[in-house]
């Protein structure tokens, strides 16, 4: 009788442990891990994006390194390990994609740009045409996305307003970042009395103040997304890919001042 109380209790356990592994969320260990490497000026979007496809994709999680394009490119080029790639421009990108480190990559999304500068505006820039006034202009590097559309902003406007003042916004540049959050900062923390970065990175800060660039000056950031060509999880990355083209997603970019694609 004892034995068999005890096999009737080992099998009751059983059955608990069995049940319990059937919920509908997965252990850690049974989750795939997918590294992602983003443009720094997408910190805020993926962040809200990638925190809501994990809610609604529990067996996946991500892994999100944020950085200029070209230390992430970079990074691809000399073997680092990730599986997914946002760019913020179609430069790093193609040259992946030449070099056999990426598959084809899709749009992800698009802005445009805009001059911001001090709350109390110092230098009382009040257009575009006003921003040689400034003594310390900050930009990005002509290496980093940021830094190559602004020379394409500047270049767009000497046709229209002189090579004079193309020439005279480049001479009071005080310094180069490596991406448009360091840009960003120097303006929020009073080390410059301007500078140039997306627009999306402007609406995100209520320490500056937002100078628009004329259409006809402006030129479109864009964005775009890919599976690594090493990646081991191309299903789950293909997944992710998904997603951020799905309206949900959608959605989110729109509301942080996103445009396009998807």
């Given at each position: 009788?004892?034995?068999?109380?005890?096999?009737?209790?080992?099998?009751?356990?059983?059955?608990?442990v069995?049940?319990g592994?059937?919920?509908?969320?997965?252990?850690?260990?049974?989750?795939a891990?997918?590294?992602?490497?983003?443009?720094?000026?997408?910190?805020?979007?993926?962040?809200?994006?990638t925190?809501?496809?994990?809610?609604?994709?529990?067996?996946?999680d991500?892994?999100?390194?944020?950085?200029?394009?070209?230390?992430l490119?970079l990074q691809?080029?000399?073997?680092?390990?990730?599986?997914?790639?946002?760019?913020?421009?179609?430069?790093?990108?193609?040259?992946?994609?030449?070099?056999?480190?990426?598959l084809?990559?899709?749009?992800?999304?698009?802005?445009?740009?805009?001059?911001?500068?001090?709350?109390?505006?110092?230098?009382?820039?009040e257009?575009?045409?006003?921003?040689?006034?400034?003594?310390?202009?900050?930009?990005?590097?002509?290496?980093?996305?940021?830094?190559?559309?602004?020379?394409?902003?500047?270049?767009?406007?000497?046709?229209?307003?002189?090579?004079?003042f193309?020439?005279?916004?480049?001479?009071?540049?005080a310094?180069?970042?490596?991406?448009?959050?360091?840009v960003?900062?120097k303006?929020?923390?009073?080390?410059?009395?301007?500078?140039?970065?997306?627009?999306?990175?402007?609406?995100?800060?209520?320490?500056?103040r937002?100078?628009?660039i004329?259409?006809?000056?402006?030129?479109?950031?864009?964005?775009?997304?890919?599976?690594?060509?090493?990646?081991?999880?191309?299903?789950?990355?293909?997944?992710?890919?998904?997603f951020?083209?799905?309206p949900?997603?959608?959605?989110?970019?729109?509301?942080?001042?996103?445009t396009?694609?998807?």
């Amino acid at each position: 009788m004892a034995a068999s109380r005890l096999r009737s209790i080992v099998g009751a356990l059983l059955l608990v442990v069995l049940a319990g592994g059937c919920t509908g969320t997965p252990a850690r260990d049974e989750q795939a891990t997918l590294s992602v490497f983003a443009a720094s000026s997408l910190t805020d979007v993926m962040s809200e994006v990638t925190a809501t496809f994990e809610r609604t994709h529990p067996d996946i999680d991500l892994q999100v390194t944020f950085a200029g394009s070209q230390v992430l490119r970079l990074q691809i080029e000399q073997g680092a390990s990730v599986d997914v790639f946002a760019s913020a421009n179609d430069a790093h990108m193609d040259a992946l994609e030449d070099g056999g480190y990426v598959l084809r990559s899709r749009p992800l999304a698009t802005t445009d740009l805009v001059v911001i500068v001090p709350r109390d505006n110092p230098a009382g820039i009040e257009r575009f045409d006003q921003l040689a006034r400034a003594e310390r202009i900050v930009v990005g590097t002509r290496f980093v996305p940021i830094g190559a559309y602004t020379d394409a902003v500047l270049d767009n406007a000497s046709v229209a307003l002189g090579d004079d003042f193309a020439a005279g916004v480049r001479n009071r540049i005080a310094s180069m970042e490596s991406n448009v959050r360091l840009v960003r900062a120097k303006v929020e923390l009073g080390e410059a009395d301007a500078a140039v970065v997306y627009t999306t990175d402007a609406l995100h800060s209520d320490r500056v103040r937002i100078v628009p660039i004329p259409d006809e000056f402006n030129v479109q950031a864009r964005f775009r997304i890919a599976v690594t060509s090493e990646t081991r999880r191309a299903p789950e990355a293909e997944r992710l890919l998904d997603f951020l083209s799905s309206p949900p997603a959608r959605e989110i970019f729109r509301a942080h001042g996103f445009t396009g694609a998807g």
